[in-house]
């Protein structure tokens, strides 16, 4: 699928990082065209020569015979695949009672800020393991190390966001722990991440002061898709003119029913609200209808 | 920005239900929500279909609603 975004250099394999170890496993490799041109035509027609009904060797699709080939109802998601590995993270997820959460943003909004300031309040009551995406460099993954929980690095090469099954690979290596958290830090982007379920709980946005009220309005399918919505380096605010008003309004604008925390994970302040929600929702019961 | 990602999948499902044959027409649905760029599709489509049972079909894009993003059907070629 979209590992990958442009070009078949084996630099853009998609790859899991361990800080501790070193170790490094490739996931994907990095060609964009393997995949679909290495499924060769095959000959597959057994039609039965002694009577006119045929049927097709395995074929469970409605079609239609047209006056000239045929016409196959297919009704296929697209991201089919993506969505049954992300239904069974989801499932695996609450089977162990692991609270994921999929930190979206844009680059620089502070999400491996947040976490280590999440991590160092609350490590002591709570198990926390980090998902780290970028496209390069295991630099998040090390800091959150740093910072005291265990983590891992994806690096996607080319690719834009993370994918369901970069994450069942990850979950296999780090291993979080009944009752735990996993942060899973996507990819700094605000566009794509927003259409690839990963099988997290929840996806939470998060926007700072410096990026300007309107993101919410500029990439809306984000802030949709999200139910949580932080507004991070709230400490700035007075400096960069934040309009606090029309940034709540433009999230309410888009999506009516997120929760919508303000703070800084640099100066503590509103911290203890999104510290209390980590803390209710990790110990609420959670089945979620699948959307 | 991820449509080349979207047009392999697309490539790659109906190659597998194409079953050998050539295919003429794929017709997909796309809703407003999708997050999905209907030029970027066909701009991909044409590199991914290279050399493969998809290659000289045409690409039809109906809308829908909402974030629908399906291959709605396809049309092969005359059968053997």
């Known amino acids: 699928m979209c590992g990958t975004c442009g070009c078949s250099d084996t630099e853009n394999a998609v790859t899991i990082t361990d800080p501790e170890t070193g170790e490094t496993q490739i996931v994907r490799p990095g060609s964009i065209l393997d995949e679909t041109q290495s499924a060769a035509p095959h000959d597959h027609h057994a039609h039965d020569g002694d009577h006119d009904h045929h049927h097709h060797e395995g074929d469970d699709k409605p079609h239609v015979h047209g006056p000239g080939g045929e016409i196959i109802s297919l009704e296929t998601a697209v991201l089919q695949k993506n969505d049954q590995i992300a239904l069974q993270n989801r499932g695996w997820f609450e089977g162990r009672g692991v609270l994921a959460l999929n930190l979206v943003s844009s680059p620089g909004a502070g999400k491996t800020t947040l976490l280590e300031a999440t991590i160092s309040a609350i490590n002591d009551e709570l198990d926390i393991a980090v998902i780290e995406g970028d496209q390069m460099t295991a630099n998040d993954a090390n800091r959150i190390r740093e910072a005291g929980a265990k983590a891992l690095q994806i ?4 690719g834009c966001h993370l994918e369901a099954d970069m994450i069942s690979s990850a979950v296999k290596t780090l291993n979080p722990a009944a ?7 996507n990819v700094g982007n ?3 991440p ?3 379920d990963l099988g997290e709980h929840m996806k939470v946005a998060i926007i700072s002061t410096t990026e300007g009220e309107d993101k919410p309005l500029k990439y809306p399918h984000m802030f949709r898709a999200s139910d949580l919505v932080i507004v991070n380096k709230m400490d700035l605010a007075p400096h960069v003119d934040f309009d606090e008003e029309a940034c709540l309004a433009n999230i309410k604008a888009v999506n009516p029913d997120a929760k919508v925390l303000l703070l800084s994970a640099k100066s503590n302040q509103g911290m203890d609200q999104w510290l209390a929600f980590l803390k209710s929702e990790v110990n609420a019961p959670r089945v979620r209808a699948v959307r | 920005m991820h449509e080349l990602g979207l047009t392999k999948n697309i490539v790659a499902i109906v190659t597998e239900h194409a079953k050998g044959r050539q295919v003429k027409r794929i017709c997909l649905s796309v809703g407003p929500q999708a997050c999905v760029e209907s030029r970027a599709l066909e701009f991909c489509f044409g590199i991914v ?3 493969t049972v998809v290659e000289n079909a045409t690409l039809e894009i109906v809308s829908a609603e909402g ?7 396809f049309e092969t070629e005359e059968a053997a």
């Not at chain 1, 690096?155 to 080319?158: E, F, K, P």
């Not at chain 1, 009752?179 to 830090?185: K, M, V």
């Not at chain 2, 974030?67 to 059907?73: A, R």
């Open chain 1, 179 to 185: 009752g735990s958290i996993l942060f899973i830090e």
């Open chain 1, 194 to 196: 927003a259409m690839f």
């Open chain 2, 49 to 51: 279909a290279e050399g």
């Open chain 2, 67 to 73: 974030d629908t993003f399906l291959i709605k059907e």
């Open chain 1, 190 to 192: 605000l566009v794509c």
């Open chain 1, 155 to 158: 690096n996607t090469g080319a």
